[in-house]
């Protein structure tokens, strides 16, 4: 027989963050902690289903007039609409005026990679792959591969992260803003930014907006954590519609995997904002196409899920519980673990622990560190220094405190 | 201005446009045969019962899966193991094999389908960044499969192409090969040495058998040959908008296959992170569960039944019209559709006069006939054919 043709395809590095949880679950010490991947858990460590969630999902089940047909490409309607309301506001001028758009994807990752995919053909020019993608140093690091497998060719980080300060790079970023040519695409994160915690305050954001409309710089907004950063829809969604009501184009991608924790029903939405109806028809007669050779038509029971709930005022309200529910218990550990390591007289500053915000903190924790956290302390944490908040609970917080503290001053 | 001034308005869904001027007839007696989902005998979309009986998932089970989704990965003969992510349905399969074969297939860029295939196949392996290529398949002539012109065109094809197949119930002409046919088929492929990639979407839903629909791409992988296939199941257990399915790479052993699963996660995660738990789920459910799957397997054959029973009483109530055309092919071919073999202008009066609504092909669904409806059909075929 002759010899495979896959003869020479290469082993694949494993996905970091998947890797850290695969590890986690092999390690037998009883003591060990997961604070790596991005998922939600309760104060006892576990995954928690929404009760809103747990409700909607009984009211489908019990619905014998729904069937499982194909929803149309763009997705639910309901959910679309609902969806994207949530993320531009009840009354934002670009709702009233009828110039949004939106695509039903699935995850946030997918509507990432359908605008990406769009932005590829038909901005600036046609099919520019040239076109400069800057993404935030340092990103969720499927970003990159995002926008390389969509075809982009210029890939570039723009400043962010000051590691010496702990806090925002805002004269690094506005300066590559500066810098960056005309009509490049920023990838902006519209709260609760992932890996740091670290967000523009809303100042901040003035100036951003200022230099970009200035620059004819492209803003693609990535929401993940709308309502789960501080417990308020319409302050987590403060960035994105200060754009829009400064009279952007733009896209949003959205996500409902944190704050409705259907991770794994893959809800997602690609939020469109244009100057007018026809443009906006246009861009998303475009992206049906795209879609349409990507999955063909979205999957419908997160959609479902999360539609019946919008729409629900009663249901709403639930939601809007659940949610606070999560973003509460972040907040709590957070100034929990911030208050041992100052009791404990951990070196450095820890403020950083309650003024960072959503899922994750940036400890500041440098490799070697990490490494002695995760071999000697059993405590899974990303090599960046990245800990998710949600693996804390009441139980573990002593002993993660300790262990930071261990590692802060035996290791350099 | 806006970005977007130059963005053309992208063509409407040949497909759609049938289904929106069929929502649009106010005629009584109107027929939507464009719809490719299954319909009862009522006209009504179908919720398999062993799929209502799959409850809503355990609370626990919440988790993302590790990129590749439910997998399973295990030795088939001899030391070839396989590797089986979960895809967004049939197309999902095809994109995440597409993109696969674009990124590691070096050898060969273009991609052979069957003349006529799925309308969607083309953009998918154009978007992938493959090219296509064509080889004969359907006789217009005769309605039926043109064995000897594929065979020519097969035989012609330069080595280490990719010829896609459809591993049953062709899509859009319902015309298979016959066992004997696919074994010159085997016999050929693996003497070019082409990567052949199946796409199975009507698994049980043509014959009714499971296992003999599937049984060209088990021959096939008998033979030798290391197939690629892309499985869906939203026919076959009507999931339809859950998006259950699933791509395969037969490898040469398990670490090769470790190394091709390791890559399609790659690919996987900067397209949707990891697929959608609830159409796998159902599915996994009832594959996994004796009695569910026994009554999937009544069910699956209820639903091919009543399509073979339309075609029988589609060509007899033509009979009874007074038709002397030959219309054995409608009972002949096989699956959802039927490339009745009308042409454009009979279509144009099918649709005008009768409100009869297909795609100008002369393709209809017979998934979309029902006993109430089969004698109109008949009249109004007869009527444009006579």
């Not at chain 1, 309200?317 to 972040?330: Q, S």
């Not at chain 2, 015309?175 to 088929?185: C, G, H, T």
């Not at chain 2, 005008?352 to 100008?360: A, D, N, R, W």
Request: hydrophobic share 35%; aromatic share 10%.
């Amino acid at each position: 027989m002759a010899a495979s043709i896959f003869s020479a395809v290469p082993r694949a590095p494993p996905v970091a963050v998947f890797k850290l949880t695969a590890d986690f679950r092999e390690d037998g010490d009883s003591r060990k902690v997961n604070l790596g991947v991005g998922a939600y858990r309760t104060d006892e460590g576990k995954p928690w289903v929404l009760p809103v969630v747990k409700k909607v999902e009984q009211m489908i089940a019990n619905d014998n007039s729904l069937n499982h047909e194909y929803l149309p490409i763009l997705g639910l309607p309901e959910f679309r609409a609902n969806a994207s309301r949530i993320a531009l506001g009840d009354d934002s001028p670009a709702i009233k005026e009828n110039r949004i758009g939106s695509v039903q994807s699935l995850g946030g990752t997918g509507a990432l990679r359908i605008g990406a995919e769009f932005l590829r053909r038909w901005y600036n020019g046609n099919n520019n792959t040239a076109t400069p993608v800057y993404i935030s140093a340092p990103s969720w690091e499927n970003h990159n591969s995002v926008f390389v497998d969509a075809g982009f060719k210029d890939i570039r980080t723009y400043h962010y992260w000051d590691a010496a300060k702990r806090g925002l790079d805002l004269q690094g970023l506005l300066n590559d803003m500066e810098q960056a040519p005309e009509f490049s695409i920023f990838i902006l994160h519209a709260c609760a930014h992932n890996p740091t915690g670290t967000d523009p305050t809303p100042d901040q954001w003035k100036q951003i907006a200022a230099v970009m409309k200035r620059r004819f710089l492209f803003p693609f907004f990535d929401s993940a954590y709308q309502g789960f950063a501080s417990g308020s829809l319409d302050k987590d969604a403060w960035a994105v519609r200060y754009f829009v009501s400064e009279g952007f184009e733009l896209f949003c991608a959205q996500s409902f995997s944190k704050n409705f924790g259907l991770y794994n029903e893959r809800v997602g939405n690609l939020t469109v904002v244009g100057k007018d109806t026809d443009n906006v028809q246009r861009v998303l007669s475009q992206m049906e196409k795209i879609v349409r050779t990507t999955w063909s038509n979205p999957p419908s029971q997160g959609a479902r899920i999360v539609a019946t709930t919008l729409a629900s005022p009663q249901l709403f309200t639930e939601w809007y519980d659940n949610v606070k529910t999560m973003a509460d218990r972040v907040l709590l550990m957070r100034s929990e673990l911030r208050s041992r390591l100052e009791s404990l007289g951990t070196p450095g500053t820890w403020n950083h622990i309650t003024e960072q915000i959503g899922m994750f903190s940036f400890t500041g924790l440098n490799p070697k560190q990490v490494e002695y956290m995760v071999k000697e302390k059993h405590i899974y944490l990303m090599a960046s220094g990245r800990i998710n908040m949600c693996g804390l609970t009441t139980k573990n917080l002593d002993y993660v405190a300790k262990s930071i503290h261990e590692a802060v001053t035996k290791i350099q | 201005s806006s970005w977007w001034s130059h963005v053309e308005m992208g063509p409407p869904d040949p497909i759609l446009g049938v289904t929106e001027a069929y929502k649009r007839d106010t005629n009584s007696k109107k027929m939507n045969l464009g719809v490719g989902a299954y319909r009862d005998d009522n006209g009504k979309p179908y919720v398999l019962g062993c799929v209502r009986k799959v409850r809503p998932g355990p609370a626990a089970r919440r988790r993302q899966g590790a990129g590749g989704g439910l997998r399973r990965l295990a030795p088939t003969q001899g030391s070839r193991a396989y590797v089986t992510v979960q895809g967004i349905s049939g197309t999902g399969s095809l994109r995440i094999g597409a993109n696969f074969l674009q990124r590691f297939f070096k050898a060969g860029r273009d991609v052979y389908l069957p003349k006529p295939s799925w309308g969607n196949h083309t953009p998918i392996f154009r978007d992938a960044g493959l090219q296509l290529q064509s080889y004969r398949y359907y006789d217009p002539n005769t309605c039926s499969l043109d064995f000897s012109g594929a065979m020519d065109d097969i035989a012609r094809i330069p080595e280490k192409s990719i010829i896609l197949l459809h591993a049953c119930a062709h899509n859009p002409t319902g015309v298979d090969p016959r066992q004997e046919q696919w074994k010159e088929m085997a016999a050929t492929v693996k003497k070019r040495n082409l990567l052949v990639y199946f796409d199975m979407a009507y698994q049980g839903f043509a014959s009714g058998d499971i296992d003999r629909d599937a049984w060209a791409v088990r021959y096939f992988i008998e033979q030798g040959i290391n197939v690629l296939l892309s499985q869906s199941y939203a026919k076959n257990m009507g999931l339809y908008g859950e998006r259950a399915g699933a791509f395969t790479v037969i490898c040469s052993d398990a670490e090769e296959a470790k190394r091709v699963e390791s890559q399609l996660k790659i690919l996987i995660r900067p397209m949707y992170s990891n697929p959608p738990l609830n159409g796998a789920r159902i599915a996994s459910t009832i594959l996994n569960t004796p009695e569910l799957r026994k009554e999937w397997l009544v069910e699956v054959k209820g639903m091919a039944d009543r399509i073979i029973s339309m075609r029988t009483q589609l060509v007899s109530n033509l009979k009874k019209e007074g038709s002397s055309h030959n219309w054995q092919h409608i009972i002949d071919q096989i699956g959802m559709f039927c490339f009745t073999g009308l042409k454009p202008e009979q279509v144009d009066r099918l649709i005008k006069e009768f409100s009869i609504y297909m795609t100008k092909d002369g393709r209809i669904s017979v998934a979309g006939v029902t006993s109430s409806n089969v004698g109109y059909l008949a009249h109004a075929i007869h009527q444009v054919t006579k």
